[in-house]
């Protein structure tokens, strides 16, 4: 492929953007190629070459690149209709309506611009209302860019995952680790009258996607129901991706206090939100004590462009078509490295997917996760599945970025770029484009 055009943008990008990018995952190497347009499930980049794209802007897509019509025509209609105006529209009541008949935890919500803003805002929500510091995350889970869940180490010695954030900030946070009810035990016994949440994202989504194993979610739920602690689950990701309309939390059966949503309910815009029980989210300016505010919240062409989107979703078989192709993609997969690379794990469900490069496993799946992992105890892949953070981050992610990305970049398929960032199908793939996928990941692999 000619990537001489992307080269030259990078190097004009390098004299007036930060590393040349506007969010550091986009830094490719040797460079990242620039997209000028989308069609439906591919992306072109600035050199005309076409791309199968499995990114799909990091989730928000849920229909890939060429939106249906009637949420088109709604995107439109607003963007028609003046930019913003520092007031209340009805727009933003009707998708607030729309989520709160749908998604479990939530009687009421409120819109800001991105899922960073939305758990900054829920933290604070929690601390102001149980009067307590601390914040229970998860090692290798992430909640944004934001200083109190960029947090390293563990419960006993948390400390900034980044320059610039106060070691003093990252005391109140207590990383555990995914998926071990007893660190989540000895963390409340220590440490349970000063925790305001536990924070986690349903799945681990920007760690190589990794799942809950039974019961993981009850224990939290019951250790912050014992405490006075709220759960707060992170569904940027997951709302409306897992689950359907229900979210993740329906999808897994239990109800956190607080949930977090991003990307697919703002239909691709600048968005996020925090939704829950009505008499915690009063406690937001002005109806409560904790402050909150924004001027570009509650954006009436991000709140059409949601709205449309979700009910498109439901009123056709949106959720059936693109899980469907999830799971054929992840069965392929799973047969691709039955005979290539039995020691991988393929991981996702619904219409994400990811392919672990775990460094010990073993051909047997059982039929439970034989469209990607699901946590069965029964599987000859279970102890060698990833279940926390630090198993994804022990497996050979060097090859994964240096060598199987490129590799299939070549073939035309744009995947995330690297080894813990969920992939996504929209409705706009196809069976002949899963075969496509297929064939591309056999020869990389």
């Known amino acids: 492929m000619n990537h001489e055009r992307s080269r030259e943008l990078y190097g004009r990008a390098l004299s007036v953007l930060a590393g040349g990018v506007n969010s550091s995952v986009r830094a ?12 439906g499930a591919h992306v072109i980049d600035a050199d005309g070459n076409r791309y199968l794209d499995y990114v799909m802007g990091y989730g ?12 088109q025509s709604a995107v439109q209609a607003h963007a028609s209709a003046g930019p913003m105006y520092g007031a209340p529209t009805e727009i933003e009541v009707e998708l607030a309506e729309f989520v709160s008949r749908h998604v479990p935890s939530v009687e009421m919500l409120r819109f800001v611009n991105s899922g960073t803003e939305a758990t900054v805002s829920a933290v604070r929500l929690a601390r102001g209302h149980t009067g307590r510091n601390k914040i229970v995350v998860m090692q290798g889970g992430y909640h944004g860019a934001q200083e109190s869940t960029l947090v390293d180490g563990d419960a006993e010695n948390p400390r900034p995952s980044t320059a610039g954030i106060p070691q003093s900030f990252a005391e109140h946070t207590l990383p555990i680790p995914f998926n071990d009810p007893e660190a989540a035990e000895r963390v409340f016994e220590q440490h349970g009258d000063d ?21 993981y979610h009850e224990t939290l739920r019951d250790l912050c129901d014992d405490h006075g602690s709220l759960l707060i689950f992170d569904e940027v990701i997951t709302g409306f991706r897992v689950g359907g309309l229900q979210c993740a939390q329906g999808k897994f ?7 977090t949503f991003g990307k697919i309910v703002g239909g691709g815009f600048p968005v996020g939100a925090i939704g829950g029980r009505a008499d915690l989210i009063e406690h937001f300016s002005p109806s409560g004590d904790v402050f909150q505010s924004g001027t570009f919240s509650g954006h009436p062409v991000t709140m059409a462009a949601g709205l449309a989107n979700l009910e498109y979703a439901a009123e056709h078989d949106v959720y059936e078509h693109i899980n469907s192709l999830g799971e054929q993609l992840r069965a392929g997969l799973s047969d691709l490295l039955a005979d290539h690379a039995p020691e991988y794990t393929v991981v996702g469900t619904d219409s994400m997917f990811k392919v672990i490069f775990t460094r010990h496993g073993a051909a047997d799946r059982a039929p439970a996760c034989a469209t990607g992992c699901q946590q069965a105890p029964d599987c000859a ?8 953070g630090s198993d994804v981050a022990d497996a050979d992610t060097e090859r994964w970025e240096r060598l199987f990305w490129h590799a299939m970049k070549e073939q035309g398929i744009f995947l995330t770029a690297n080894q813990y960032e969920s992939q996504f199908i929209s409705s706009a793939h196809t069976e002949a484009d899963i075969e496509t996928t297929l064939a591309a990941y056999a020869e990389a692999l």
């Open 195 to 215: 925790i305001a949440a536990v924070l986690t994202e349903p799945i681990l989504g920007n760690m190589g996607i990794v799942m809950p194993v039974d019961g």
């Open 381 to 388: 892949q279970f102890d060698a599945c990833p279940k926390t």
């Open 60 to 71: 928000p897509l849920l229909y890939g690149h060429t939106l249906p019509d009637p949420v």
């Open 28 to 39: 490719t190497k040797p460079y990242p190629f620039f997209i000028e347009r989308g069609d």
């Open 253 to 259: 059966g239990v109800t956190p206090d607080l949930t």
